[in-house]
């Protein structure tokens, strides 16, 4: 279910040195004015009326590279990454605002970027508002503004010692596609499908908490160790994820070894839904696609990965950080 009563205005973040800037930048920010009922932290903002906004950079060389995927891929990838702000707050999308800066001859299409950003919004019923567009002297840079509304939004915040976590569909395809670009070699069609046509879990993360089985929500863009971290965080407990339960994509296990699984819990881009419910309260064959038990929540701090028999320990990394361009 989602958060009851009045939500938290700004809503505590997880480790690593991207939310470590985050928390210097916020930190001389005074009052959130009325109109704020979900402020910094999580996902996405909640503004009186139920309406919801979130925004998201996608730049060359960082996000993506030319080389790898198409000018319409680039925009498809740079609007489902944006969309998938308004799954994890269980958000009807209503529209996308699109930023773009071109670099000169030679640089991309803009109307092939725009086309990708606009299959994307069409699919889950969201049209363009408007936006911005510049030249650009180095590379291209995309900016998506999303604009959703909902009655009650789910939150990172609202989990609770006994509760179970539960992740869609399978992690790890798209941090195994980049880890093999970058290595020069090409992935397979399932794992460059990943990276290139992600989807963002607008419809799974409404049914859920419709269902009413969801205590707190986020979605998987940094790694399902990091984005479980800010969970872990807003919601002031600890998680404890089983290494042999997380959903490995078959094809990131079959490229990349044992270190398919450090994919899936570092690499992030994924885009699924990882949410807290009551124990006992999902069945895991509610939705179309996959739902995997992957941990529980307990009384703590962080997050903790049991492998087999062994005990519980803290994981020390997080998820992927935008601001150092690795894993932090």
């Given amino acids: 279910m989602a958060a ?29 004015p009325a109109e ?6 999580d996902d996405a903002t909640v503004l009186e009326g139920g309406w919801v906004l979130s925004t998201d950079l996608s730049v060359e060389d960082v996000h993506f590279r030319r ?3 198409t000018d319409v891929e680039i925009g498809h990838r740079a609007a489902a990454a944006a969309l998938s702000d308004l799954a994890a707050m269980a958000a009807r999308p209503v529209g996308v605002l699109v930023s773009l800066a071109i670099p000169p001859e030679g640089g991309a ?4 970027v725009h086309a990708g950003i606009l299959e994307v919004a069409r699919d889950v019923g969201a049209v363009v ?10 590379p291209l840079v995309v900016d998506v503004v999303v604009v959703g509304r909902v009655g009650e939004a789910a939150l990172r915040a609202g989990a609770a010692a006994g509760d179970e976590v539960w992740v869609t ?17 090409q992935p397979g069609p399932e794992l460059r499908r990943a990276f290139a046509h992600p989807v963002p879990r607008i419809r799974e993360a409404q049914d859920l908490v419709e269902r009413g089985v969801v205590r707190a929500l986020v979605d998987l863009s940094d790694g399902l160790a990091g984005d479980a971290g800010h969970l872990a965080a807003a919601s002031g407990v600890k998680v404890v994820l089983e290494a042999a339960r997380i959903p490995v994509a078959e094809a990131a296990r079959s490229t990349l070894g044992d270190a398919a699984l450090e994919a899936a819990l570092h690499g992030g881009e994924d885009y699924e839904l990882c949410f807290a419910a009551p124990a006992g ?5 509610e939705l179309s696609i996959p739902l995997t038990r992957v941990g529980r929540v307990e009384a703590g701090a962080g997050v903790w990965l049991k492998q087999k028999d062994d005990e519980a320990r803290p994981l020390t990394r997080g998820g992927y950080s935008h601001v150092q361009g690795d894993v932090s």
């Fill in 281 to 285: 309260g999902v069945k895991g064959d």
């Fill in 109 to 112: 299409d803009a109307q092939a």
């Fill in 169 to 185: 569909g399978t992690l790890g395809a798209s941090a195994a596609a980049v880890r093999l670009w970058a290595s020069g070699r």
């Fill in 36 to 41: 704020v009922l979900v402020g910094p932290g």
């Fill in 4 to 32: 009851h009563g009045a939500p938290p205005r700004r809503v505590a973040l997880g480790s690593g040195a991207e939310f470590d800037l985050i928390r210097r930048l916020l930190a001389g920010e005074g009052e959130l």
């Fill in 129 to 138: 508002l408007g936006g911005d567009l510049s030249r650009s002297p180095g």
């Fill in 67 to 69: 080389d790898w995927i």
